[in-house]
């Protein structure tokens, strides 16, 4: 066997090489980098999932506060309009152009060609 060399003859025998094949190659240490690469990426309720998930619930959270704050505005609308019936008619006229008998209603209509060009 003079012509071979042993694997042990050729590695390094430094302290970085011993740390890192007692640490980093241990059973342990694998298992658990393997487990948290599975858990971010792979995994059903991965964190990627969860992050996306997050944020549409965010977006659903703006969407039901600002369709609350229209809900507010509407219902306070619908309670002055309710309650007077001078708000009923301005809103009637205004809106559906309904009219007083004997009353004439004029609809002005804006070119919106000659609008653009100015």
Same mark, same amino acid.
């Given at each position: 066997? +003079?012509?071979t060399k042993l694997i042990k003859d050729i590695q390094p025998k430094s302290d970085t090489f011993k740390f890192i094949q007692k640490y980093i190659f241990n059973k342990y240490t694998i298992t658990i980098c *393997?487990? *948290?690469?599975?858990? $971010?990426f792979f995994d059903k309720t991965s964190f990627l999932v969860i992050n996306e998930l997050?944020?549409? $619930?965010n977006k659903y959270e703006e969407q039901l506060q600002y369709? +609350?704050?229209e809900y507010e505005k509407n219902d306070t609308f619908y309670k002055k309009l309710m309650n007077n +019936?001078?708000?009923k008619e301005k809103y009637a006229r205004e809106n559906y152009f309904m009219k007083k008998p004997n009353e004439e209603i004029? $609809? *002005?209509v804006v070119d919106s060609t000659k609008v653009a060009k100015k």
């Open positions: 066997m +003079k012509g *393997l487990f *948290l690469v599975w858990m $971010i997050n944020g549409e $619930i369709y +609350k704050t +019936k001078s708000e004029f $609809i *002005l």
